[in-house]
């Protein structure tokens, strides 16, 4: 049996968190598929291409996790630090979710402080909230992942620290995402390409600052709860 080389505790507790996630995304994807039948039009297929995008580092994070469990893969592991470095450029594509609320209006009547019913809004805003939810779900799955393959190699003050800046540079590559329009295959097109936007203006340093805190703040909430699941589960 494939699965008597690998430590079957972790893979099985990674895999109902997968299934957990999972869910979510077909929820969006069926709703987005039906949305012309009920409302009339089919919009919002950018939700679903950022919702995939946002689950890429997972992929690569579950990898990594198959590599490093897998009881003979010694020289695989050497494989992890490219995956590693695949994993954190397509990273803030998860947090990046949450700024696709932007996208999202709120469409109400208004009758002497009354409003009134209408389908479409709240329609539009379960299936944002559910495509935004299953991504940046996943990818604190895959952020979990990674801290803990950085506690099993250095320390955990080291691994606290990384989890840190990766939560910063999330922030700012969410800025260049949302804002100058970039996305985390431009960097192999042209590598300069982000170095006009190393300067930092004050409004920059705020949004970064804003949202790293908000991240790491929501991660050390998801990353606590999840590992009290995994010791109830033992």
Known sequence: MILKAFKPAEIKFELKRMLSILPLAVFACVLWVVRDTVLGERVWF???????????PYGFACL???????KDSKWWKLSLLPLGALWLLFFPNAPYMLTTY???????FIVEDMIIFGI??????VFFTSAILSGVLAGLASLIIIH???EKYFTK???WGAIIIINFLSSWAIYLGRFIRFNSWDIFND???LLP???????RVLFIFLFGVFLFFLYVAVYNFSDYVKREAV
Do not use: C, E
């Open 157 to 159: 003050i080291i691994a």
């Open 191 to 193: 590598p300069l390409i």
């Open 46 to 56: 950018s939700m679903i291409w950022n919702m995939f995008l946002a689950w890429v």
């Open 102 to 108: 932007i996208h999202f209006n709120f469409v109400g």
């Open 148 to 150: 803990k393959l950085l």
């Open 197 to 203: 936007y190393i300067m930092l203006s004050r409004g």
């Open 120 to 125: 479409q809004p709240w329609y539009d805003f």
């Open 64 to 70: 990594m996790l198959l590599i490093n469990t897998h």
